[in-house]
């Protein structure tokens, strides 16, 4: 697979649909659920570079839910990040690899990993 592969886990299909699409139409590989579980066995195969998690589906477990993935996953070149819905919440370096971004700026995160 391509190491452009992006895992989106978040419970907002209008979110999940746009940019999913608009990523995959610059040669991005995007898996988006809800479910943790899919999340967990596709990622083993595809091995994303990144994993952006919603803060409402992280419910404060950020660091509890980076280390399930890790756990299950046979490689350690994942990179997390939490789109929060708060702007204030952006600058947030309390959980130690995980980044905190303002969910509005998701695409501008994208563009600077390409």
Known sequence: MSNKVVFI????????NLYGRLLQSKGWQVFATDNLFL???YAKTAK??????????????EKNIAKIINHALPFNAT????MSHHIEHKNRHDVEGIEFIYK????QKVIQLL
Request: hydrophobic share 40%; aromatic share 18%; charged share 25%.
């Open 9 to 16: 886990l978040d419970n907002d299909k209008d979110f999940t």
């Open 48 to 61: 994303p570079r990144w994993i952006f998690i919603d803060e409402d589906f992280a419910n404060q477990q």
């Open 104 to 107: 509005p700026n998701f695409l």
């Open 39 to 41: 999340l967990l066995n």
């Open 79 to 82: 990179h997390y990040a939490i």
